[in-house]
């Protein structure tokens, strides 16, 4: 199904990626068990094969496996699809968020800086690899944690 120029098309492939990541992150057997499905009903909610473009993994599933994963891949794909940004956060819940402002702006720079450094790095080339873009994703979702925790230490003190 082609909606939009292409863009259902793309979103269904976006979605597939993710859910291979998913999968993946799991682990093939803990991703059978913990769902209910066989290897090979799992690989076709990835497949980029014509006959399974339509196929996408339940939520129940991807309910179940984001639980064991370290990250929520799908939900956080389906979020970047409708231009939503989510704030993924694996340190333990209400856990104490240490320092305040001043120990954020400092953490800030300092991600910032790695930030640039891994930037600097990818593009010596010309060129981002899928390993570099992975990297400047994570730094990027570690400098968003701190812009999060200053937000939070703001609230706290002047909310």
Do not use: W
């Amino acid at each position: 199904m082609i909606v939009g120029g292409g863009r259902m098309v793309a979103a269904g492939r976006y979605l597939k990626k993710h859910t291979e990541a998913l999968v993946k992150a799991v682990g093939i057997e803990p991703a059978c068990e913990l769902t209910g499905k066989s290897k090979a009903t799992l690989g076709r909610y990835y497949s980029d094969n014509p006959e399974h473009a339509d196929r996408f993994m339940p939520i129940d599933a991807v309910v179940a496996l984001e639980r064991a994963s370290s990250y929520p891949h799908v939900t956080s794909a389906l979020a970047e699809l409708q231009g939503i940004t989510l704030s993924h956060d694996d340190r333990l819940p209400n856990a104490e968020r240490s320092g305040g402002v001043n120990a954020d702006v400092i953490a800030l720079s300092q991600r910032f800086a790695m930030l640039m450094s891994e930037y600097q790095q990818s593009i010596e080339d010309g060129v981002i690899s899928v390993n570099e873009a992975k990297r400047l994703l994570k730094e990027t979702t570690m400098l968003q944690q701190v812009l999060i925790d200053m937000k939070l230490h703001l609230e706290d003190e002047h909310g």
